[in-house]
């Protein structure tokens, strides 16, 4: 019910800035040469990014206890940081999400890194909402021998997901899980099949996170660049991300210490 009252504000928020979300997934996607249009640029999804900073409804979901509450849980810390939040629309005919990892385009030197990915209606089994790569958030070896270049996680990890979800649950993943979603379908408005999947995402990282070195730095992919750009340069390679204003600290409401750290099984 909590969600319920940002839902309606949220979809508003994306449908304000959508030439926003436009012109990044133009800069992030080329044009498919077999559509009839090869002009038509093809895009997995839109990306808003920190509604949090512009609008009071993303930032008291963002914000809200019960999800400070659940990712110091997850990550065993009294207090995390809002990295970053995002609203994420999938339109009729939008490609697959390929399999990625959110650490992948995230400039901060951590493994302490969580994610809240909560549709904004209903969404039945089948539907596209994520799929899991189900321990690859430790799978050290595929990003040693293979880096980014993986297309498909089925021949190397059990795949899961969370079936039929509706307004207001929350799915949590470690920031180095891979996921992915199926291309939307072109029609047809029902709860199968919505006109566009809306879903609004929160990612926190532990307290104390510091950012990449310059080594690191020049391996980032830079995806998420508009997220970060407002202050990456106020920081020193290797630099604790402090007390910076547009990454503000979160304390757990009811925490007496710090909570049994359930990193290893999100």
Not at 198 to 209: C, K, P, Q, R, W
Request: glycine residues 6%; negative net charge.
């Amino acid at each position: 019910a909590e969600v319920d009252a940002f839902a309606g504000p949220l979809r508003r928020v994306a449908a304000l800035e959508e030439i926003d979300a436009l012109r990044h997934a133009a800069a992030m996607n080329q044009p498919d040469d077999d559509d009839d249009d090869a002009s038509m640029i093809r895009t997995p999804f839109l990306q808003t990014f920190n509604p949090h900073r512009r609008h009071r409804a993303a930032l008291a979901l963002a914000t809200s206890p019960r999800l400070v509450d659940a990712a110091c849980e997850l990550l065993g810390v009294d207090a995390v940081r809002l990295y970053q939040t995002s609203i994420f629309r999938k339109r009729p005919g939008d490609l697959a999400t390929n399999w990625h990892a959110d650490l992948v385009a995230t400039p901060l030197d951590t493994n302490h890194f969580v994610t809240a990915w909560l549709p904004l209606a209903d969404l039945a089994a089948g539907a596209t909402g994520l799929t899991y790569a189900t321990g690859s958030h430790r799978d050290v070896a595929l990003q040693f021998w293979y880096g980014d270049d993986y297309d498909d996680a089925s021949d190397r990890y059990d795949l899961g997901d969370h079936g039929a979800m509706t307004r207001g649950d929350v799915s949590w993943h470690h920031g180095w899980t891979l996921h992915a979603a199926r291309e939307h379908p072109r029609c047809c408005g029902t709860k199968e099949a919505p006109e566009e999947r809306v879903a609004f995402a929160v990612n926190f990282v532990a307290d104390g996170a510091r950012l990449v070195d310059g080594v690191g730095l020049a391996r980032l992919n830079d995806e998420d660049a508009p997220s970060y750009a407002a202050w990456i340069d106020d920081l020193d390679p290797g630099e604790p991300i402090g007390d910076h204003p547009l990454l503000p600290r979160l304390v757990a409401s009811s925490s007496s210490g710090p909570a049994a750290s359930a990193a290893d099984s999100v």
